[in-house]
């Protein structure tokens, strides 16, 4: 490392239960660490932001670039857990922590995000987004450019979603582009299959009729 160089080190941490926010820290000289920047539930576009336990994922979107054309660092992350599910009984609906956020590594400014809320030139509006997202996303770059195409991420009410990022542009507030799908669905509300998802999901690209 050698920050009169160049070399960065940046560092990035949410509170679990502590509260909703996430920081980052540049810690490119250990000698004189610095703050970068700090975001939570009232930060503008993150009224979402339930608590912060999902573990931020480094990496470049389509269309995301420098004034070089260069595709800048972004975190991805869930926007997190709500303590209703803490409750006894079977899950219910929560109030927050119902989505997907993607910033700016450098400033925590806000790129996009997928929540109920309505369409915006930041935001995709999915109504059925009714549960917490605690867990580590899993990104997928299926053409080894250094860029994710695919996000997949669960939430407390059994769902197993997938986020697209077709295209090489970020998308337009038509949100024409860009979606997500809900790949499954493992409870039906009952006692017995009130599986809620805490963790990252596995993805293993394979190969099928030569595809």
Do not use: C
């Not at 932001?49 to 595709?71: A, C, F, H, K, M």
């Amino acid at each position: 490392l050698d920050s009169s160089g160049g070399d960065k080190v940046w560092a990035y941490l949410g509170m679990r239960r502590g509260g909703s926010a996430y920081y980052a820290l540049d810690l490119s000289n250990p000698d004189s660490p610095s703050f970068m920047w700090r975001i939570d539930d009232s930060t503008s576009g993150f009224g979402e932001l339930g608590q912060t336990w999902s573990e931020p994922v480094v990496t470049r979107i389509p269309g995301y670039v420098d004034g070089s054309g260069v595709n800048k660092p972004v975190l991805v992350f869930g926007a997190g857990y709500d303590t209703g599910k803490d409750a006894s009984g079977v899950g219910t609906p929560d109030k927050e922590g119902r989505g997907l956020y993607i910033v700016d590594a450098q400033t925590g400014a806000l790129v996009w995000s997928v929540t109920p809320a309505n369409n915006s030139a930041t935001n995709l509006q999915e109504q059925g987004l009714l549960h917490s997202v605690p867990a580590e996303v899993a990104v997928l770059d299926n053409n080894e450019d250094e860029t994710a195409y695919r996000i997949y991420f669960g939430d407390t009410g059994g769902n197993l979603w997938r986020v697209d990022l077709s295209g090489n542009v970020l998308p337009t507030s038509s949100q024409d582009t860009w979606q997500i799908n809900k790949l499954a669905s493992l409870n039906d509300g009952s006692a017995a299959s009130d599986r809620r998802i805490f963790n990252k999901p596995d993805v293993v690209l394979m190969r099928s009729g030569g595809e």
